[in-house]
């Protein structure tokens, strides 16, 4: 990645192309080939699109028609699926001058479809815009004193949150562009009720359009109210570095990735503020974690660097039921298409300057709830 990285670079298993010094074990016969990526169990690869560039974020559109891709010089590639087809690109001269990564990608959640997709991107230079996807065009926009690093829509859409290298969470109205409230914590550094550190998560509950909760280098997961300036709850532990945090509107459970070797992956009560469980690592070894999701009613799924995977992991068992190895690099995004039986969702994972279309088989293609934060 170049200088610009708005998340840490990955530490530990040394990739193949490393410059640091290589020990008699580390050196490898020019005649050995390395391993393409695959997949293993119940996870079966569509396709693999090279997007010319490192990519940064990835997001479906609502329909699961089109996925947005983020890239680390500021463009967005969108395609069309099944197909895996380049439709649109979106870019405008302040993108292009500035060429820094876009950090966050959201559809707007309930935009008729008459209107056309109108997707919501953040960048590394503090720019947030909505970008009207068919005319590729941006229709709003705002700048913010800060690196911008992630974003997330009420269920509605009527309201949009942004955080990043600061420790404010920006509350905006979508309709004006206006900021409506600043969630940050009290001047007394012995309160903890907010972040203190980088702030890379956030997500509304799926069934509020009040709460949210975010993560972030401090070691806090802070829940919060977009009418109130403090947090009221937090939960203490997890380091957040991506899109780690989901919340199950069933269970209300909470899935936390960290971007560490150990208790990478945990699941939290989101009424009580308690941890759950601790989901093992992979028979491989530890993956850091960047993203996670809820898939369906049975399982989950998490990605990362360190051992560069994603890995489908039974809900119950807490065992791997399908995964994606040998990546080229850390998979810094991932999302999952919603989709209603027998249709199993379409999944999306980034690594290095390629995209991957995976689908689960057999009993790891539980239905995604159409009511997931998108």
Known sequence: MSGMLVTPKPRGVQSRSSTQLLTPDDIIDPEESIPEPSTEGELHLEREIDCGEEVMSCRFNPSGSLLAVGLITGTIKVYSLPGGLWVHTLKDEQSIAQRLPVTALRFHPTRPSS??????????????????????????????????????????????????????????????????????????????????????????????????????????????????????????????????????????????????????????????????????????????????????????????SNINMCRIIDRNSLLTRGSLVDLPAGVYSLDISSSSPPVAPLIAVTSSHSLFLLRPTSGASSSIPLYRDL
């Open 115 to 304: 209107k056309g997709d109108l997707l919501l991107a953040t960048y590394a230079g503090g720019q947030v815009k909505f970008w009207h996807v068919s005319t590729q065009s941006c229709v709003r926009s705002a700048r913010e004193d800060r690196q911008t690093l992630t974003v997330t829509l009420s269920p509605s859409g009527d309201h949009f949150l942004t955080a990043g290298s600061s420790d404010e969470i920006l509350v905006y109205d979508t309709e004006t562009m206006k900021r409506v409230n600043v969630c940050q914590p009290s001047p007394s550094l012995s309160v903890m009720d907010g972040h203190r550190s980088r702030i890379f998560g956030l997500t509304f509950h799926p069934l509020s359009e009040e709460n949210f909760i975010s993560g972030g280098w401090d070691d806090t997961v802070q829940f919060w109210d977009i009418r109130q300036k403090r947090s009221f709850r937090r939960i203490s532990g997890p380091h957040v570095c991506g899109d780690a945090l989901d919340i199950d509107p069933d269970t209300q459970q909470i899935l936390i990735g960290s971007w560490r070797k150990e208790e990478n992956l945990q699941v939290w009560d989101s009424q009580t503020g308690q941890k759950i469980q601790t989901v093992p690592d992979d028979h491989r070894g530890p993956s850091q974690v960047y993203g996670c999701r809820w898939l369906g009613a049975g399982h989950m799924i998490a990605a990362g």
